[in-house]
């Protein structure tokens, strides 16, 4: 495995290298360890439009392709995976997670997390050069890597760099694209409990959502809710209307008693924050 055997080697040898090194832990913007580690890949050393080694990287995937959805507690650990090619083979590489619209500018950069280790690569001979297959994770702590804000919801950038054996770098800031969601949650209950058929039910509910700067959740204001009812009996739930929450996130409608069943909200998501489904609420019409 030439990246890890050879990186022994070279690092001992090349400071320039020790600049790509970032602490294991992920960090995140506002932590001067994750900034000042993307900072070493690009501003101050290197900026990616000025890298001079002939590595390229492909099939970068975050999470297996799936939203990042965290709550206020919880670590969780974030797989990404990817595939780099150098001609003469590589000593080292590192990922990172960024999030800003130019990565040689660190006022720019609004969120930065560092991978837990360097990634583990396996090398292939194939024409023309190496190819790797590379895996890391990112274990990410909402309640300390986000501690600062929820600006940091959203899409988040892949960036890789890495050295062949010559010490030359590269650098792909734009590799692959994941988003990083603030949790949802969704309440609903259906009353009264009996109802007469072709009588009026009470739905309410609310719909909030992670707040990382306070730790707690927060009402989720003026998002579309659709509510949903499944007959006793039958496994699929049919949309009945959609209904939007109010200034603190709560919901209420109502709707005709027509049969026994279960009604349900359902929240699609958005591009910041995760989908939800609450439980159903059971009721027995007579």
């Not at 900034?35 to 990616?48: D, N, Q, Y």
């Amino acid at each position: 495995m030439r990246v890890h055997s050879i990186a022994a080697s070279v690092l001992s040898g090349a400071a320039v290298l020790s600049t790509l090194v970032l602490p294991g832990t992920a960090q995140a913007a506002g932590h001067s360890g994750a900034a000042k580690g993307l900072r070493g890949l690009t501003s101050e050393h290197v900026r990616p439009q000025d890298a001079v080694g002939g590595t390229t990287f492909t099939n970068g995937v975050v999470n297996k392709g799936k939203d990042v959805v965290l709550g206020v507690t919880g670590k969780k650990a974030v797989p990404v995976t990817f595939t780099a090619f150098d001609e003469e083979g590589l000593a080292l590489t590192q990922a990172f997670l960024w999030q800003g619209t130019d990565s040689s500018d660190t006022d720019t950069i609004t969120g930065a997390l560092g991978s837990d280790d360097d990634p583990a690569c396996t090398e292939t001979t194939v024409q023309g050069g190496y190819r790797y297959s590379c895996r890391t994770v990112f274990t990410i702590d909402p309640a300390v890597d986000f501690k600062d804000g929820n600006g940091t919801a959203g899409t988040w950038k892949l960036f890789l760099g890495a050295y062949d054996l010559y010490a030359n770098v590269s650098v792909d800031d734009d590799v692959a694209r994941g988003r990083i969601k603030r949790a949802a949650k969704l309440t609903t209950d259906a009353s009264p409990e009996p109802v007469t058929a072709g009588r009026n039910i009470k739905v309410t509910g609310k719909l909030s959502r992670a707040n990382w700067a306070t730790g707690k959740n927060a009402g989720y204001t003026d998002q579309p809710v659709q509510l949903q009812f499944r007959k006793r009996g039958t496994s699929n739930y049919t949309t009945l209307k959609t209904v939007r929450t109010s200034s603190s996130g709560t919901l209420s409608t109502t709707t005709r008693a027509r049969s026994d069943g279960y009604f349900r909200f359902v929240f699609a998501g958005t591009t910041t924050t995760g989908s939800a489904t609450a439980p159903g609420d059971y009721v027995d019409v007579r």
